[in-house]
């Protein structure tokens, strides 16, 4: 916009009210997401109008003033007054500036597309590729003594290094309807993803290195009593992995679990709703893997409807 | 003939480079024309917070520079190098601090600056872009803060990582996307840090001069603004004097000078 000729003022839009009905509108829909769809049905109907009404002032300006007269075209004025007997107007053609500037721009596109496409999808390109996961050998069953928590770390890739060394909390539930049960926490919290600790004493004199194929394997027996608590926010697990307290949306993450010539080996990682009952007969809520802090029930899941795969 | 004065031979000597180099490029003129602009008579030191931001900004830039002479970019030498840097580089624990603390100063200035332009109400009429350009900044500037966190690579600095893209990762809908893309696939590993790293010294950077270039050029075309206080009105034209002769400037009207609009 420019300043009107001669005024030393500059240019402002006259003063209004709608703008504070537009921002009503907006925190209604804020607040809506939050608490119901009803309230953002009207604030985004409130937005809508006052924006509506706000653009409508402030443009009112330009809207009142008169546009130039259109320039009279060759056919209005009829022959006999304009000079005489113009040649009727060509076909507009594209003439050859035209056809080159096109070109130009058009050549120019292409290339950018060409060099740009492939580099953003060298970049983006993780997001949507499957990982492949590796079962992780954990040793012979026999480390894992009926009834006790073992902190077990391992390395979920070996070649990848020391960065994917995981930590799982693994109990062994004996025997159910004839078949091994392991309880297989994850350490992540489903808050923000830190580490849980066990609330209770560790037994670092029982500690067992197990060497396999993909390194070694720390084992540490622990009585986690309180069940699992993680230093970052507070949140608090029991020993099923359900929360207690605290921020984290839903129960701690699990291993799926193989018994390979006796001994125990972890496969992929699922999340967990909740968990009905305890040990070998509990019932796991069972979810494919999502990010911490993203619920996987109730209303809130519609949030993230879409999963990357993982 | 008159024997030229000493002074003036020396002064001739040191003007000749600068003719030259003005008359083939106009550089000279273009930079007086950036320095020595008119500002409103009372303009005072609140008006400096911008270039103190500038100022903060260059030094990440140049200590940054350094830092990534001996910074080892993967998750098996990235705390090491951090720790080579400094304890065993010469002045490196002082490249280091400079960067580190410098990078809170330059947010600190920034919200500074921001206050001072929002007080004095400098983003009103002409300069409305010049605070979207601003406002564009900040973002950027935070997410320099974010993504160098991660690179001295200690426990602090991995699980506030892990903290914040989970953060991202709970955002409705694209969320577990961007948290995807800020890992570099669904676990944290090595690509991570080095996607942090060419975030944080390649992209970012390269944002934030542009939008800054932009910023400077939209203060140069619209000038600064008169304190709330002041009598003057506000932006008074740019004096236009012609050039005096030995200046260097060849012809002004020919440097394609745009006026304010007002």
């Known amino acids: 916009m420019e300043p009107h000729e001669g005024q030393g003022k500059p240019h402002l839009p006259p003063p209004s009210l709608w703008p504070v009905g537009f921002a009503i509108g907006v925190v209604c829909i804020l607040v809506g997401l939050i608490v119901s769809w009803a309230a953002v049905a009207v604030g985004a109907a409130l937005t809508v109008v006052f924006g509506f009404l706000w653009v409508r002032d402030v443009t009112g300006d330009y809207r009142r003033r008169e546009l130039p007269a259109p320039p009279t075209s060759a056919a209005a004025i009829p022959a006999s007054e304009g000079e005489a007997a113009t040649a009727p107007a060509e076909p507009e053609r594209i003439d050859r500036n035209m056809f080159l500037e096109g070109a130009t721009l058009g050549l120019g596109a292409v290339i950018a597309g060409v060099v740009t496409v492939p580099v953003v999808g060298f970049a983006i390109a993780p997001v949507f590729q499957h990982k492949h996961h590796h079962e992780v050998d954990l040793g012979p069953i026999e480390n894992f003594k009926e009834g006790q928590f073992v902190i077990s770390t391992f390395l979920l890739d070996p070649s990848e290094g020391e960065i994917t060394r995981r930590t799982a909390y693994i109990r062994n539930n004996g025997f159910f309807q004839n078949k091994p049960s392991f309880t297989?926490?994850?350490?992540?919290?489903?808050?923000?993803?830190?580490?849980?600790?066990?609330?209770?004493?560790?037994?670092?004199?029982?500690?067992?290195?197990?060497?396999?194929?993909a390194g070694d394997v720390s084992l540490i027996p622990v009585l986690p009593a309180g069940g699992f608590g993680c230093p970052c926010h507070g949140g608090q697990y029991d020993q099923e992995?359900?929360?207690?307290?605290?921020?984290?949306?839903?129960?701690?993450?699990?291993?799926?679990?193989?018994?390979?010539?006796?001994?125990?080996?972890?496969?992929?990682?699922?999340?967990?709703?909740?968990?009905?009952?305890?040990?070998?007969?509990?019932?796991?809520?069972?979810?494919?893997?999502t990010g911490p802090g993203e619920h996987v029930d109730g209303w809130e899941q519609i949030f993230y409807p879409l999963q990357p795969p993982s | 003939m008159a024997k030229k004065s000493r002074k003036e031979q020396m002064m001739g000597v040191a003007?000749?480079?600068?003719?030259?180099?003005?008359?083939?490029?106009?550089?000279i003129g273009g930079l007086k024309y950036f320095l020595f602009r008119n500002v409103p008579r009372d303009s005072d030191w609140w008006q400096t917070l911008g270039s103190a931001t500038l100022t903060a900004f260059l030094v990440q830039l140049g200590t940054g520079v350094i830092l990534a002479m001996y910074y080892k970019p993967n998750p098996n030498d990235a705390y090491e190098s951090v720790q080579h840097i400094t304890n065993d580089v010469t002045l490196g624990w002082l490249v280091r601090g400079m960067h580190r603390w410098g990078a809170s100063v330059f947010i600190i200035l920034l919200f500074f600056h921001m206050a001072r332009v929002f007080l004095f109400g400098a983003y009103k009429y002409p300069r409305e872009l010049n605070w979207i350009v601003g406002v564009l900044i900040v973002p950027l500037a935070l997410l320099e803060g974010f993504s160098g966190y991660l690179l001295p690579y200690d426990q602090t600095a991995y699980w506030a990582t892990v903290v914040g893209i989970n953060i991202n990762g709970t955002a409705p809908i694209l969320g577990p996307y961007l948290a995807s893309f800020l890992r570099s696939g669904s676990e944290i590993g090595g690509d991570t840090l080095s996607r942090f790293y060419s975030i944080h010294m390649l992209l970012l950077p390269g944002a934030i001069l542009g939008l800054i270039g932009l910023h400077l050029y939209l203060v140069v075309r619209l000038g600064v603004s008169s304190p709330p206080w002041s009598d003057e009105a506000a932006g008074r034209d740019r004096n236009e004097e012609p050039a005096a002769p030995g200046s260097g400037m060849v012809n002004p009207s020919a440097r394609g000078v745009t006026r304010r609009p007002d």
């Open chain 1, 184 to 213: 297989v926490l994850s350490n992540r919290c489903a808050h923000l993803g830190c580490p849980v600790q066990p609330n209770g004493p560790l037994f670092e004199k029982r500690k067992v290195e197990q060497p396999t194929k």
């Open chain 1, 241 to 289: 992995g359900n929360r207690t307290a605290g921020p984290p949306v839903r129960a701690l993450d699990r291993y799926e679990f193989y018994i390979r010539n006796g001994r125990l080996s972890l496969g992929k990682t699922y999340s967990v709703a909740k968990v009905v009952g305890a040990g070998a007969s509990a019932q796991i809520h069972k979810y494919r893997l």
């Open chain 2, 15 to 27: 003007q000749y480079p600068l003719d030259w180099l003005e008359e083939r490029s106009g550089l």
